[in-house]
């Protein structure tokens, strides 16, 4: 029934900001921009095929009524080789390490406090066995 995620759409304290994040150190490629009253609003950062992030100004802390998301996942093919090219580009990123579901991870945090999850997938990956995992946080 479903293809892939579309897009997800995530607030910015600093659109300026949170562009650099994604499309300079992340890498994407910048897909469009909003424009609001002349000014710019929001932009589309492309993560692969069809996959996108929605951004949009946000000047108000989160809330209810307008929540900036706690994580979303990006899958990568060669997750050493991601963590190597952020941090020669200036990012921040965690060493990775195997999660309880099998597969590799690693973790940023873009400008306005949302985690992202960089994620290897392996052969015993939960996402594939679809074996049950046990938490351990």
Known sequence: MFKRLAHICIGANNLAVTENFYCNILGMKKGFEFVKNGA??????????????????QEVAA?????????????????????????????????????????WQAWMTDP???????????ATSKQFTGEPCEVDW
Do not use: W
């Open 63 to 103: 809330n209810l009524d307008r929540p900036i998301i706690k994580h979303f996942c990006l899958e990568v093919e060669d997750l050493d080789d991601v963590i190597l090219t952020v941090r020669e580009r200036g990012g921040q990123i965690t060493d990775k390490k195997m999660g309880c579901d099998r597969s």
């Open 112 to 122: 306005s406090g949302v985690a992202v999850e960089i994620m290897q997938y392996t």
């Open 40 to 57: 710019p609003y929001g932009f589309y950062a492309e993560v692969g095929e069809t996959t996108f992030i929605e951004v949009f100004i």
